[in-house]
C-alpha cells in the first residue's frame, strides 16, 4: 500500500535565465531537495533548473520523466507510477507555472482522479503579471492562447475578442510564438479601433522588461522590438 498523502507539487518555473531565489520563495528549494522524482518539460531545462536551487543534489539519483504536447494518454497515466508506489512527485513547467497554458493540465486532472494530493507553489505567471501591470479589468478577463496563424483568421479574431471586450467589460489575453510578435502587434495596431486600450508585455521578471498601455491610436508600428521575446498581449475596448 502507499502512503496516505501522497503529494504531486506544482512547481513555478522563472520566465528567464534570472536566479530563482529572486522571484520565488525559498521554500520551493527545500522541497526540491527533499524529492527525488520529477516530470519536465523538456528534461535539460527541468535538470538545469533542479541544479540552480539544489546544486548539491545528485542528479544520477532523479528519477525524470518528461510531458509535453505529445505524450499520450497511456504515458500520462504512467508518469504517476511513483506516486501510485507512495512517492511525491513534483512538475516542472519550462517557464511560469504548471498547468497554466502548459500541457500539465492533463496531468493535474489525473492526479486528483487518482486520490494524490496536489500542492501548488507560489511563483511567476507572466499571464497573472501582465494582467496585474496592464491597468486593464482585472475582474473580468479571457486567456485565449495563441491567434490563429492565417493572417485573415487572425484579423476576425482580433475584431471578434474586441467585440467581447465590450460586450462583457473583459480584457482580452493572448500569446504569440515569439519570432510572430511583430507581426501580431502590427495586426493588432491595424485592426484595432484607435480607442482600445492594448498593453504589451515583454520580458517579464528580466532586467530588459516592457510593460506599457496606451490607446491604439497612441502606438506606432515599429516603436518597439518584440521580435524572438516573451510577450503577452492584452487589450480593451472601453464602453464608454
Not at 25 to 32: D, E, L, N, R
Not at 60 to 78: A, M
Amino acid at each position: 500500500m502507499r502512503k496516505s498523502t501522497v503529494k504531486l507539487y506544482l512547481i513555478p518555473n522563472t520566465l528567464g535565465h534570472n536566479t530563482p531565489s529572486d522571484v520565488m520563495s525559498q521554500s520551493i528549494g527545500k522541497i526540491i531537495d527533499s524529492i527525488d522524482y520529477f516530470v519536465f518539460e523538456k528534461e535539460k531545462i527541468g535538470r538545469a533548473y533542479i541544479k540552480s536551487w539544489c546544486p548539491n543534489k545528485s542528479q544520477d539519483k532523479l528519477d525524470v520523466q518528461t510531458l509535453n504536447k505529445h505524450t499520450t494518454q497511456q504515458e500520462l497515466i504512467r508518469i504517476l507510477d511513483p506516486c501510485m508506489a507512495g512517492h511525491d512527485m513534483a512538475l516542472i513547467s519550462d517557464a511560469g507555472c504548471p498547468g497554466v497554458a502548459d500541457p500539465g493540465a492533463d496531468l493535474v486532472l489525473l492526479a486528483h482522479q487518482s486520490q494524490i494530493e496536489v500542492c501548488p507553489l507560489v511563483g511567476p505567471s507572466s499571464i497573472l503579471l501582465a494582467l496585474m501591470a496592464s491597468g486593464l479589468n482585472g475582474q473580468q478577463f479571457a486567456f485565449h492562447g495563441y491567434l490563429p496563424v492565417d493572417k485573415q483568421e487572425c484579423k476576425k479574431t482580433i475584431k471578434k475578442y474586441e467585440r467581447l471586450s465590450f460586450q462583457n467589460n473583459q480584457t482580452q489575453i493572448f500569446i504569440e510564438t515569439p519570432y510572430r510578435n511583430m507581426r501580431c502587434f502590427e495586426l493588432l495596431i491595424g485592426e484595432l479601433s484607435p480607442h482600445t486600450l492594448l498593453s504589451v508585455a515583454c520580458d517579464l521578471n528580466l532586467p530588459s522588461e516592457i510593460i506599457r498601455t496606451k490607446a491604439v491610436s497612441e502606438w506606432a508600428k515599429g516603436e518597439l522590438d518584440l521580435h524572438k521575446r516573451p510577450c503577452i498581449f492584452l487589450y480593451l475596448q472601453p464602453s464608454a
